[in-house]
C-alpha cells in the first residue's frame, strides 16, 4: 500500500532549495525530526544504489567454480552477466516511466520483493539456462532501486540540495562495482558460489523492510502524469529529442564506459603486465576508490559555495580526458610504467567523482518534469555503454596496458564532444536556479 503522500506545505519545505538542517528550530516545527527522515531517506537510497553494482560482480571471482558446478563452458557462465545487465538496461526503461504514472514506493517495494525470489532462484539454479533467465529477471527487478533512487531524489530536493545528494549517490555507484569483487572473493574463500547469491537475497530483504520504514511515497497523485500508459511512455520519447538533455545523458553513458573500462582492465594491466601482487592491486585499486570519494566530498562542499554544475562538470571532464590522455602517451613513449600508470588512472577516477553527481544532478533537473522517465534514459544509456564497453579491452590481447588506455581515452573524447556539442554548458541549463 502506497503510505500518504507529503502535505503540498511539507513538499515545499523540503524542495525549497535551501539546506533545512541549517535552520534554527521554529516553535512547533519538527525540524531535527525531518532532518532525520531525510538522512534515513538518503542511506536507504544508497543503498538501493549499492546492491546493483554488488549484484553485477561480486559473483565474478567464482566463475570458474560455477563452470564446473554447472557443467558449462566459461562463455555461458559470462552470459549470466550479460543477461543481468540486459534486465537492468530494460527493467530501468520500463520502471522510470512507469513511475510518473503509478508512483514511486509500490514500485520500490515491488522490485525489493521480486530481487529477493530472484537471488533465491539464481542460488538454486540447476543449470545455466535457468541462471541465466533467473539472472535477466533479477536484473529487471534490481532496476527499480537503481532508476527510482534519482526520481525519489528529484522529487523530494531542490536547488543546492539535489546535487550534494546526488553527490552521495555517485560517490556509491563510483566505489561498489570496485568493492564488490573483493567483497565476492571473502566469500567464496570460505563459501561456494552459491552463497553469494544467497546473501544477495538477504540484502534484498533488509532493503526491503528499509523501503517500507524509510521511503515515503514522494510522488503525490496530483503531481502523476495523467492520459494512460502510451502518454507515460511518450514522455520518455519527448526527452529523447532533447539535444541538451540528450547531452548530458551522453556524457554520463561515454564516462560510464571508461569507468566500465578502467574496472574490467585495471587487473590485468597492474597485475600480469606490471607484476604486482593481488594484494597490492587491491591497495591501488582502494587508492584509486579513495581518490573518486574525496572528489566527490569536493564536489558537495563547492556546491555548497555557489559553484556552477555546469563548471564543475567542464573541470571533472576535461581532468579526467587528461588523465587518460596522459595514460595513452606515457605508454607510447616511456612505455609501460607502475607510477605513470597508477598516475593516470588514480586522476582519471578522481576526476569521475566531479563528473557523475553534476551531471546526474543537471539532467534530472532538465527533466523534472516526468523525473522518473529523466531516470530511465540516464541509467539505461549509462550501463548499456558501460556494459558494451567492458569486454573491448580484451579484444585485443594482453601484451600492453595500450588497449585499455585507448578505448578509456576515445571514450571520454565522445564524452567531450557531446558536453560541447549537445550540452554547451556555458547556456547554464540545469542549474540549481532553473529547478
Request: one cysteine or more.
Amino acid at each position: 500500500m502506497v503510505s500518504p503522500s507529503p502535505s503540498p506545505t511539507a513538499l515545499a519545505h523540503h524542495t525549497d532549495g535551501h539546506d533545512a538542517s541549517t535552520d534554527a528550530p521554529r516553535a512547533g516545527a519538527p525540524a531535527p525530526a525531518a532532518e532525520r527522515s531525510s538522512k534515513s531517506l538518503i542511506v536507504v537510497l544508497g543503498a538501493l544504489t549499492a546492491v546493483t553494482p554488488l549484484a553485477i560482480d561480486m559473483y565474478v571471482p567464482g566463475f570458474p567454480s560455477m563452470g564446473k558446478s554447472l557443467g558449462t563452458s566459461s562463455s555461458a557462465v559470462q552470459l549470466t552477466m550479460t543477461a543481468f545487465l540486459a534486465g537492468l538496461v530494460a527493467g530501468q526503461l520500463l520502471i522510470g516511466p512507469l513511475s510518473d504514472r503509478l508512483g514511486r514506493r509500490r514500485l520500490l517495494i515491488g522490485g525489493a520483493a521480486g530481487f529477493i525470489l530472484l537471488s533465491v532462484a539464481c542460488a538454486l539454479a540447476p543449470n545455466v539456462g535457468l541462471l541465466t533467465a533467473a539472472r535477466f529477471l533479477q536484473g529487471v527487478s534490481g532496476a527499480a532501486g537503481t532508476v527510482l533512487a534519482r526520481a525519489v531524489l528529484t522529487d523530494r530536493f531542490q536547488g543546492a540540495e539535489l546535487p550534494r545528494h546526488f553527490a552521495v549517490l555517485s560517490q556509491i555507484l563510483g566505489v561498489a562495482p570496485i568493492a564488490a569483487p573483493v567483497l565476492g572473493g571473502a566469500v567464496l574463500s570460505v563459501a561456494g558460489w552459491r552463497t553469494v547469491f544467497a546473501l544477495l537475497a538477504v540484502l534484498g530483504v533488509l532493503l526491503l523492510l528499509a523501503v517500507v520504514r524509510a521511503v515515503p511515497e514522494t510522488l503525490p497523485p496530483e503531481r502523476r502524469q495523467s492520459g494512460g500508459l502510451t502518454s507515460t511512455f511518450r514522455a520518455m520519447g519527448t526527452l529523447l529529442t532533447r539535444r541538451t538533455f540528450m547531452g548530458y545523458v551522453l556524457v554520463l553513458a561515454f564516462v560510464s564506459a571508461t569507468l566500465f573500462t578502467y574496472i574490467s582492465g585495471s587487473s590485468f594491466v597492474f597485475e600480469h603486465l606490471h607484476g604486482v601482487s593481488s594484494t597490492t592491486y587491491s591497495l591501488i585499486f582502494a587508492t584509486n576508490a579513495v581518490g573518486m570519494l574525496v572528489s566527490g566530498s569536493v564536489f558537495a562542499r563547492l556546491v555548497r559555495r555557489g559553484v556552477r554544475l555546469n563548471t564543475l562538470l567542464t573541470a571533472g571532464v576535461s581532468l579526467a580526458a587528461l588523465g587518460t590522455l596522459a595514460q595513452v602517451l606515457l605508454v607510447l613513449t616511456a612505455g609501460e610504467t607502475l607510477a605513470g600508470t597508477w598516475a593516470s588512472l588514480f586522476v582519471t577516477v578522481a576526476a569521475i567523482g566531479l563528473i557523475l553527481p553534476a551531471v546526474m544532478s543537471i539532467a534530472q533537473t532538465l527533466g523534472r518534469r516526468s523525473p522518473g522517465a529523466a531516470s530511465a534514459v540516464l541509467g539505461g544509456l549509462q550501463f548499456l555503454c558501460g556494459a558494451l564497453a567492458s569486454p573491448l579491452v580484451g579484444l585485443f590481447g594482453e601484451g600492453s596496458s595500450l588497449p585499455m588506455a585507448v578505448i578509456m581515452l576515445l571514450a571520454m573524447a565522445a564524452a567531450a564532444v557531446a558536453l560541447t556539442a549537445l550540452a554547451r554548458p556555458w547556456r547554464r541549463e540545469g542549474e540549481p536556479s532553473d529547478g
